[in-house]
């Protein structure tokens, strides 16, 4: 039996919050850049599915953000994800997704299997002493849980701030609070969430401003480090992909990207380009990648760019392959409007016309069976679609496995709203790209 490598050592959190819309982006991009700006090489990482909150902590941390999921990603290769940053990193830092005990499997699932302790976010306002008790709530719910304590977030005062303390039980430590911050630094957002990194022009002040607060609570120390074994060694994938070149959309419109799908092409052995429908006015590629994004957001430009419209035609007649996932699906059609009413002819390769919501209308995990094995991934949409084309199949919703988003497949071109996680099925992930 080979002698597998040594664990790894590294401080680690976990910070969790009671739901969405907590603060916690924002206080685990104040902690990356904290540690960071003394020196330290922080690794972050996201728990479940989310493209923009990793945008924000890359920024903050100066170093890629990954998902960790036990379903999605997997435990196996959840566990090297730790071990390979624990290798690298003097910190690691989790941010846990709605709260804490939310889904199946949870943030509290993910942090029991790998021993990492918690710091849980409680937004204080309008609240005094009964913050103790929500403290101990989310502390005893799972006694198994290593609890490091609370931070109490948007803090109005000195003496607000000595009520969440008093009423704070002996059990549970108190790690500090965060002051409200005033609207000019906060994150913004939008109907998917917040707004993509490359568009808040100060995102740097508002990072190091944010990082300022640390300094006052007990986060500004290490936590204690932890012990992160080695995963099984991993086998290499075929080369199915060798010598195929795959031009992905990667611009302001489209950039809903994991960055292990991309490894995970590559280690297929596709030859990777990047173009921007935005601005360029034709591809050279054998097939082509079109992410999700917010082509809501640049209907005009779109449009006008008549060149590439010309381009993904031609694309598609050659019956080269095009695999879309949701906005970049939104792109093939024939016609997009805007939640404002505002609309766009687009490439219509696929027949059909999308119409943004107000309202979300699509959400969850979701798994897609294919002949060449299950790809695990993600619905989450604020459009609906209507098309005459009849999808060749459905996905299977994670929670109920009733069936979930229609997968359309017309020639060499296949799309969805799903947001597929290509290492969860790497050979089922060659298949999209393939004639």
Known sequence: MPNLPPS???PALFITATASGQGKTTLVAALARYHRRLGRH????????DFLDPMILQCASGAEVKPLDLWMVGETDCQRALYDAAGEAELILIEGA?????????????????????????????????????????????????FAGV?????????????LQAGMPTTVRYLGGLPRLAESALLPSRHLGLVQAEEIADLEQRLDAAADGIAATALAQLPKPIEFLPPPVALP?????????????????????????????????????????????????????LPGGYPELHLPALAAN????????AHVAANRPLYAECGGMLYLLEYLTDQAGNGAA???????????????AGLGMQALDTAHGCLRGHSFHHSTLETPVTPCGFSRRQRDGQPGEPFYRLGAVRASYL?????????????LFQA
């Open 306 to 313: 008549t060149g590439m419209i010309r381009a993904m035609r």
């Open 42 to 49: 922080v690794r972050v990482f996201k728990t479940g599915p």
């Open 237 to 289: 994938l075929p080369q199915l992909l060798a010598g195929l070149r795959i031009a992905v959309a990667r611009d302001a419109a489209f950039s809903f990207l994991y960055a292990d799908n991309l490894c995970t092409l590559k280690a297929l052995g596709a030859e990777l380009q990047f173009f921007s429908p935005l601005a360029d006015h034709d591809i050279c590629a054998d097939a082509v990648y």
């Open 98 to 146: 709605m709260g804490l005990f939310d889904g199946n499997p949870s943030g509290a699932d993910l942090v029991e299997r790998f021993a990492i302790p918690v710091a849980a976010l409680l937004d204080a306002r309008g609240m005094g002493q009964t913050f103790g008790a929500l403290a101990l709530g989310l502390a005893q719910y799972r006694p198994t849980l290593e």
């Open 151 to 163: 931070i109490a977030n948007r803090v109005a005062s000195a003496r607000h701030a000595e009520m």
């Open 8 to 10: 790894r050592s590294c």
């Open 419 to 431: 947001h597929l996680y290509f290492p969860s099925a790497p050979i089922a992930a060659a298949a």
């Open 346 to 360: 687009l490439t219509g390769i696929l027949a059909g016309r999308g119409q943004l919501q107000t309202r979300l």
